[in-house]
């Protein structure tokens, strides 16, 4: 008889710590599934058109979304959408969605039907200020505050860090590409948008490389800037780079017209004597070395370009004037003198 207590004890300590396992299992599920948000792929950033006809259930939400590439796990959906209150929610009506939203942020513009979205194009090159312009014409942001986010705002990327708050510190990083903004977007969500875009292009490889030249990401993505603000010829991007580069190695100041252009905060077709007398740290022609930020967002190419310069002996480049848009390069101050001269002529 002691036998038979001591088992139906045993079985009953087992059968508690069974209970207790799968109690912990349910919960630890419980959060791992309301937690985890994936997207389907965050470089595809443009938007897929699809529509919710009325009676539609989840499962045909979620089937919809897979065969459209915009989710790859339909249980998934099924089950967040129950553990977040979503479920049998959803609104007919039609939306612009993206591979590169999170699951649950296609859960959300699939409860609104009435968010409307628009599309915005940033250029490669354009600087801070002419990126809010744009923004502002078509968002609902006030320039001022959403200057005051990029000065101060809180924003975890590996590329940021060191990099200070102030005004430009996020000069460089906002991603010149195609967007789709929400039109009610706050401007917390469109900043954090463009420095996403940029921490998927920048990829570990450029990281590397980057400590291989011996600086920082601020001071390669500057010389990105530079380039991508020399030349818009995609052949001439690596020996600009080249120039940049041999310059700094000797010490001698880099002298940009496009750094003098940024200090003055304003586009000139030519620069006067007096304009390069401008004392900032932006104004290469007074000091050596690079500027003190980027003064520009560089796209992908100036980017690469910066990264891996030609190996040439150029120390200036001076504009053809054939229309063409691009350079002479010379080794010496002769020939950058006979060059300038050329180039004179054809404006005269």
């Known amino acids: 008889m002691s036998r038979t207590i001591k088992r139906t004890k045993r079985k009953s300590k087992l059968s508690i710590g069974f209970l207790i396992i799968v109690i912990l299992s349910v919960i630890f599920g419980y959060f791992f599934i309301k937690s985890y948000d994936p997207a389907y792929n965050i470089n595809i950033t443009e938007t ?27 249980t998934l959906f099924k089950l967040k959408s129950k553990l977040l209150g979503f479920d049998g929610k959803y609104q007919a009506g039609s939306f612009d969605l993206s591979a590169s939203m999170g699951m649950q942020d296609i859960m959300v513009s699939l409860m609104d039907a009435k968010r409307e979205s628009i599309r915005i194009t940033i250029p490669e090159g354009y600087n801070i200020k002419q990126t ?3 923004l502002s014409k078509d968002l609902e942001i006030d320039q001022t505050s959403f200057m005051q986010l990029l000065a101060n705002g809180n924003f975890d990327y590996r590329f940021l860090e060191g ?53 920082s990401v601020k001071e390669l993505v500057t010389i990105a800037s530079l380039i991508e603000e020399e030349t818009k010829t995609a052949k001439e991007r690596p020996i600009v780079s080249s120039v940049v580069y041999n310059r700094l190695d000797i010490d001698m100041k880099l002298q940009f017209c496009s750094t003098v252009l940024y200090a003055l905060g304003e586009q000139k077709s030519r620069l006067l004597y007096s304009d390069l007398e401008i004392d900032s740290p932006y104004n290469t022609y007074m000091y050596e070395g690079l500027p003190k930020g980027p003064i520009s967002s560089p796209g992908k190419a100036c980017i690469e370009a910066a990264l891996y310069p030609a190996e040439t002996d150029f120390l ?20 950058f003198n006979n060059y300038k001269e050329d180039y004179l002529n054809t404006l005269l």
């Open 132 to 134: 809010v312009e744009i």
């Open 48 to 74: 897929t058109h699809v529509s919710i006809q009325s009676g539609m259930s989840t499962t045909d939400i979620a089937n919809m979304l897979v065969e459209n590439g915009l989710i790859k796990n339909p």
């Open 316 to 335: 200036y480049f001076v504009l053809k004037g054939d229309g063409s848009g691009e350079h002479n390069f010379a080794e010496n101050s002769t020939d």
């Open 163 to 215: 990099i200070p708050n102030g005004e430009n510190r996020l000069e460089g990083f906002l991603f010149p590409d195609t967007y789709d903004f929400f039109v009610d977007s706050t401007s917390d969500e469109i900043i954090n948008k463009m420095l996403s875009k940029f921490d998927a292009v920048f990829e570990d490889e450029y990281y590397d490389r980057t400590k291989e030249l011996g600086l």
